[in-house]
């Protein structure tokens, strides 16, 4: 599904509509100049570029800017670093080494240099320990509260309740419900799926 939104798989059917327009025939860069961006099951780092680097990567109409006019925006940088919890120190680090915890914030920088206000996470919270887990969603919440606004994936239930308002439950493509967290994880044909009850 996110590829579709995104542009990197085309649908074969239906329309893609995003704040009223249709959208499903523009690229992803397209999409993401729009307002929305993605992060992946695996993260997917520029692993031998710095933390800086890699925000660098996601401001790129900006970067590219820079490059023809001798100038980059070091702050902006490390503003967006910093919004994401890196503290100044790790914006040299590079990406290699971080752990998934950070692999993960650092998706987050990318996604929100693009200025994408609409995110699309792929089970955010997949290959983390309890304490990245209560990190990552502490983030979520916070962007939550400047506006941003998240389509999530996961299979991590009780770290996904919290941060929801409103859960889909889909099944090759058919919905199988749709409302609060509640009541989709008390759908007969849900619990059937995903849960394995009779």
Do not use: C, W
Request: hydrophobic fraction near 45%; aromatic fraction near 6%; charged fraction near 25%.
């Amino acid at each position: 599904v996110f590829s579709q939104i995104m542009g990197e798989l085309r649908q074969t059917s239906g329309t893609i509509t995003f704040m009223g327009q249709e959208i499903s025939s523009l690229s992803t860069p397209d999409r993401i100049a729009r307002g929305i961006s993605r992060t992946y099951q695996v993260p997917r780092p520029f692993t031998d570029l710095s933390v800086r680097e890699n925000i660098r990567v996601g401001l790129m109409p900006d970067s590219l800017r820079a490059m023809i006019f001798g100038t980059v925006d070091h702050q902006r940088e490390a503003d967006i670093a910093q919004s994401v919890g890196f503290i100044l120190s790790d914006l040299d680090r590079p990406a290699s080494e971080l752990a998934m915890g950070d692999l993960r914030k650092l998706e987050f920088a990318r996604t929100l240099a693009t200025g994408a206000k609409v995110l699309l996470l792929d089970e955010v919270f997949a290959g983390l320990t309890t304490g990245e887990i209560a990190m990552i969603a502490d983030l979520i919440q916070d962007l939550r509260q400047r506006g941003f606004t998240f389509l999530m994936v996961s299979h991590d239930l009780p770290a996904m309740e919290p941060l929801i308002d409103r859960a889909i439950a889909i099944e090759r493509g058919t919905l199988l419900a749709n409302g609060s967290f509640k009541d989709v994880l008390a759908n007969a044909e849900v619990r059937a799926s995903y849960l394995g009850d009779a």
